[in-house]
């Protein structure tokens, strides 16, 4: 159980079947009922949630269940073609390395579907959000604020590293550009970044990216229009370089 859930606990009695029961309640009765802390609600929240992707999960046996998303450290998922495409591509790179291993830097959906499709390659999810630490030994804490303030083992260690940076901002993607060069193994990795369209020119800047032909879409419809970029020309896969 998580820390959200018990907080749910504490001030509701969940019922263990999937049938909310609402008892009948006079007028009278009401300045007896309980309420509910903004913390117990948001909590209750994320456990329905929850409850619902694993349900989803469940009927779909090619689903991956999630997290609930938290807008407050702008977290969008992926939907599952973009998952599952993205994922597909770094499994295809792996394939072609002798000794494969992948950062996935705040991006926890293709984490989640890489280790679905190809889960003996060794992955590593950098992520703020300690929900993931249910990952044991494959999440490390990230704060794109600290961009190198990471083990020492993670240094230089990393031939596809894979990064979705948590704001459309410049500051944002200079810092986790930082952690891409510390990440990965010099001369010989891959780069794939998810970001906005506005990104376009600083990403080629800072990281020498061009944009590719698909793209990726989240589960929530954002406004923005998000773009992949790699380091290295993908042929005919992702819809190639745009020109």
Same mark, same amino acid.
């Given at each position: 159980?998580?820390?959200?859930?018990?907080?749910?606990?504490?001030?509701?009695?969940?019922?263990?079947?999937?049938?909310?029961?609402?008892?009948?309640?006079?007028?009278?009765?009401?300045?007896?009922?309980?309420?509910?802390?903004?913390?117990?609600?948001?909590?209750?929240?994320?456990?329905?949630?929850?409850?619902?992707?694993?349900?989803?999960?469940?009927?779909?046996?090619?689903?991956?269940?999630?997290?609930?998303?938290?807008?407050?450290?702008?977290?969008?998922?992926?939907?599952?073609?973009?998952?599952?495409?993205?994922?597909?591509? @770094? #499994?295809?790179?792996?394939?072609? &390395? +002798?000794? =494969?291993?992948? /950062?996935?830097?705040?991006?926890? $959906?293709?984490?989640?579907?890489?280790?679905?499709?190809?889960?003996?390659?060794?992955?590593?999810?950098?992520?703020?959000?300690?929900?993931?630490?249910?990952?044991?030994?494959?999440?490390?804490?990230?704060?794109?604020?600290?961009?190198?303030?990471?083990?020492?083992?993670?240094?230089?260690?990393?031939?596809?590293?894979?990064?979705?940076?948590?704001?459309?901002?410049?500051?944002?993607?200079?810092? @986790? #550009?930082?952690?891409?060069?510390? &990440? +990965?193994? =010099?001369?010989? /990795?891959?780069?794939?970044?998810? $970001?906005?369209?506005?990104?376009?020119?600083?990403?080629?800047?800072?990281?020498?990216?061009?944009?590719?032909?698909?793209?990726?879409?989240?589960?929530?419809?954002?406004?923005?229009?998000?773009?992949?970029?790699?380091?290295?020309?993908?042929?005919?896969?992702?819809?190639?370089?745009?020109?």
């Amino acid at each position: 159980m998580t820390s959200a859930e018990a907080n749910v606990g504490e001030e509701l009695e969940i019922p263990e079947s999937n049938t909310v029961v609402v008892n009948d309640v006079s007028e009278d009765d009401d300045d007896d009922l309980p309420m509910l802390s903004s913390q117990a609600i948001e909590a209750l929240k994320e456990l329905i949630a929850k409850q619902d992707r694993e349900l989803a999960a469940a009927d779909d046996p090619e689903e991956v269940a999630l997290v609930a998303e938290d807008w407050r450290l702008s977290q969008f998922w992926y939907d599952r073609q973009t998952a599952e495409t993205i994922a597909a591509e @770094v #499994a295809t790179l792996c394939d072609t &390395l +002798s000794s =494969p291993r992948v /950062s996935c830097i705040a991006c926890p $959906t293709l984490y989640a579907y890489l280790k679905k499709i190809a889960p003996g390659v060794p992955a590593q999810l950098l992520e703020f959000d300690k929900r993931f630490e249910q990952y044991g030994t494959e999440f490390t804490f990230y704060d794109y604020n600290q961009p190198e303030d990471l083990p020492s083992a993670l240094k230089h260690s990393f031939s596809v590293v894979v990064a979705d940076p948590p704001y459309l901002s410049k500051e944002c993607l200079e810092k @986790v #550009a930082e952690t891409i060069r510390f &990440l +990965s193994r =010099p001369g010989e /990795s891959y780069l794939l970044l998810l $970001t906005g369209e506005v990104q376009k020119d600083l990403a080629a800047e800072l990281l020498g990216l061009r944009p590719c032909g698909f793209r990726p879409q989240h589960s929530s419809k954002l406004g923005n229009e998000f773009r992949l970029f790699t380091s290295y020309d993908p042929g005919a896969r992702l819809g190639g370089w745009d020109n």
